[in-house]
DNA sequence: CAACCTGGAGAACGATCGTTCTCCGACTGG
DNA sequence: CCAGTCGGAGAACGATCGTTCTCCAGGTTG
């Protein structure tokens, strides 16, 4: 097994097994079993648990950007693409193992504690919210409308991994076309 | 000390650490340190840490619903009223030690290993809901506008929490209001 | 073939943590 | 004053975890 894939495989095992069941909770041995990587190798590659967490969310967030902008540059119609998202969490959160969005999991967990993780989250959250302000742009919204977007995807993932259903995104869907079409100033 | 006393100061402790760190970042001798309770004392009233952190969370819950409950009775307009739960937010997040709703970093942390954790999110998010779907019903808005509300005041939490700004609790402010008000049909 | 390098399996190490135990001082009832 | 109880300080225990080390098999190069 050569360098880039014991790396993928590992940041593949390591994925799964953080977002699962949170990333304090997951040893190093346990990451070295779904992965088939010594943890020899694994060291090599990365020089400590909080390395691999890193790339593992920085992965993830290049992973995310690029799924979240084919899915909304599917459509034509600029509302439509807005809406786009909140059709691409309803799918997210359809999916058996659903257990929130990685990025504020993490933050939760680890937010006191590792300021590397935080900006890493943070990024990863700037960069949603300016793809969102791209599309609100492009439909003609006022700049101010992309912040409340923001606020309803967000709230859609914690408020749909915590009841266990991915209804909130059919309701946050609800309030974005709401927003987007209310004939009443800002 | 009296037991009484003695478990108050334990709570007090464990949840001013709990919420700083994260539950899993705070040893036992830490809470210890914090509130001058003994071990010995702290397993006869707590027979172990999860017993504890139900606890904490379970009094946050009633704590918060009190709270929120004299926000809002506060005002008499039934529209204002809805409005005054992202007041209250607003001056939630700018606390300086303002880190997220413990309820939904509870959740992130230990959501995968403890059921009775979960219940308890799902508990209080649930008495949240049902706070705001009164105060929906008050005004005379459609009960769909509940589920929308709650979606914005979640994500209001963790985009002020990530971003590190109170400003998240005005943007949502914003939408509930253009909610409450747009002349459009659903 | 022989010296060498690589990498795996898994033991070992040191730290931390939840929980329990030991020891001892201080207070109580008689 | 004394036997007995309570509770505190902190050591001890067992488990877990991140990280490193040991030992060895297998392949490569001269």
């Not at 691999?52 to 690029?66: F, G, K, Q, S, T």
């Not at 691409?88 to 504020?104: M, N």
């Not at 309030?175 to 209310?182: F, G, K, N």
């Amino acid at each position: 097994m050569d360098h880039t894939t014991a790396e993928a495989r590992l940041l593949d095992a390591a994925d799964t097994l953080f977002y699962d069941r949170g990333i304090q909770a997951v040893g190093m041995d346990a990451i070295r079993a779904a992965s088939g990587v010594s943890l020899k190798r694994t060291y090599q590659l990365f020089p400590s648990k909080e390395h691999l967490v890193e790339a593992v969310l920085r992965r993830r967030d290049l992973a995310i950007r690029a799924e979240l902008e084919a899915y909304t540059s599917a459509r034509t119609n600029p509302t439509e693409r807005i809406l786009a998202v909140f059709d691409y969490l309803y799918e997210w959160f359809g999916q058996p193992d659903y257990r929130g969005c990685a990025f504020i999991n993490s933050f939760a967990e680890l937010g006191a504690a590792s300021e590397n993780v935080v900006e890493i989250v943070r990024t990863h959250k700037r960069a949603f919210a300016d793809h969102i302000a791209a599309l609100v742009a492009d439909a003609d919204q006022p700049p101010a409308r992309a912040g409340q977007l923001l606020i309803l995807a967000n709230g859609a993932m914690v408020t749909a991994a915590i009841a266990g259903s991915p209804e909130p995104a059919r309701e946050a869907r609800a309030a974005a076309r709401r927003l987007l079409d209310a004939d009443v100033p800002d």
